[in-house]
C-alpha cells in the first residue's frame, strides 16, 4: 500500500517562498508520476504541477508557471515543490498524489490514485 506524506506547509507574506515536500513508502517510487494538487476553500481541487518517473518531462498549470518548480529524489522517495514569488491565490490545502504510468503527466486528479494528507499554506497579502 502506497502512502504519501506531505510536509512544509505554513503562513508566509506574499512574495515569499516555501518549498513542499511528500515522501512516500510502501511502492515503487520510480515507477510513477507524481503530482501536485491544490484546494482553495469553497473550490475544487486544481493540477498544479506534475513530473513523470525520470523527471524528465514536467508540466505545470498556466496560473504557477514560472514561479513554482516539480522535482523528485529517488534516493528519498520524495517529490518536491519549490513555490517562489507566492500571492495570496495560492491559498490552498496542497496535496501530491501517484499516477502509473509513469511516462504521463495527467492534469485530471481522477487519474491519480494514492493521495496525501494535505498540508495548508497560506499566503497573507
Known sequence: QVQ???????????????????ETSGGYFASFTMGW???????????????????GSTDYA????????IS???????VYLQMNSLKPEDTGVYYCATHFPGSEIPRSGAEYNRWGQGTQVTVSS
Not at 73 to 78: I, R
Request: proline letters at 2%; glycine letters at 16%; charged letters at 20%.
Open 37 to 55: 494538487f491544490r484546494q482553495a476553500p469553497g473550490k475544487e481541487r486544481d493540477f498544479v504541477a506534475g513530473i513523470n518517473w525520470n523527471g
Open 62 to 69: 498556466v496560473s504557477v508557471k514560472g514561479r513554482f518548480t
Open 72 to 78: 523528485r529524489n529517488h534516493a528519498k522517495n520524495t
Open 4 to 22: 504519501l506524506v506531505e510536509a512544509g506547509g505554513g503562513l508566509v507574506q506574499a512574495g515569499g517562498s516555501l518549498n513542499l515536500s511528500c
